[in-house]
């Protein structure tokens, strides 16, 4: 099995990658940090998946932030500053449509694939019963929505493919340690084990779907 994994060098992307290789997966890992890849950038995403041949039977998107800069998750509307929104669609949304624009010749069509991003349950909204986070919660609300677009397109062209939004749980990274408080977490490893067994199981006819952990369906 070949997988990509764009953002390998983060907490959850590198214990993707690595239970990938221990179920027996060949590894092909893509990120800022190792490879210069920025997901915000057309021509950045087309260079490096430009560069790749052959076919992956799972592409998984690890990328995203939570904070980006000075602006962290806003508690109330008057927090709101418009570089921040548009820098958390940049990066949570607009990046993986452009990895599914520029990936999806990746993905094979004459066998069963799939092409996982991951989203956060605070996207969903009719889950939404706190409010806040705006520019996060809205991102991933688009991210989800993209997802569901593609897998729609993709499905007249991959009939096998799986495209779906994950939502990870609560995992114990850098990405996270400022906004734990109460909730309880599990380490990347975890959450890797987790996710990877949500994929394995997955059908067609469930493409297009938001799942957590669990496997359980997270509402739109």
């Not at 390998?8 to 990120?31: C, F, H, K, P, Q």
């Not at 991210?143 to 593609?150: K, P, S």
């Not at 380490?187 to 199981?201: I, Q, T």
């Amino acid at each position: 099995m070949q997988v990509l994994i764009i953002g390998d060098s983060g907490g959850i992307g590198a214990a993707l990658a690595a239970e990938a290789e221990a179920r027996g997966a060949e590894v092909t890992g893509l990120s800022r940090s190792a490879d210069g890849l920025d997901v915000t950038r057309e021509d950045s995403v087309a260079a490096h998946l430009g560069a790749l041949e052959g076919e992956f039977d799972a592409i998984w998107v690890a990328t995203g932030a939570l904070e980006i800069g000075a602006h962290g998750p806003e508690k109330s509307l008057r927090d709101l500053d418009a570089g921040a929104f548009a820098a958390q669609f940049a990066l949570n949304a607009t990046g993986p449509a452009l990895l599914l624009k520029h990936g999806a010749r990746l993905l094979p069509r004459d066998r069963p694939a799939t092409f996982a991003a991951l989203s956060a349950r605070v996207g969903s909204i009719g889950d939404n019963r706190a409010g806040g986070w705006y520019a996060y919660r809205a991102s991933k609300a688009a991210l989800n929505q993209i997802v569901r677009c593609a897998s729609i397109e993709l499905g007249r062209t991959h009939r096998q493919l799986v495209c779906v939004a994950l939502h990870p749980g609560t995992v114990a990274t850098p990405f996270t340690e400022k906004y734990l408080g109460r909730h309880p977490a599990v380490p990347p490893e975890e959450a890797a084990r987790n996710l990877w067994s949500v994929v394995e199981d997955l059908t067609p006819e469930q493409t297009g779907r938001f799942f957590d952990w669990a496997g359980k369906d997270v509402a739109w």
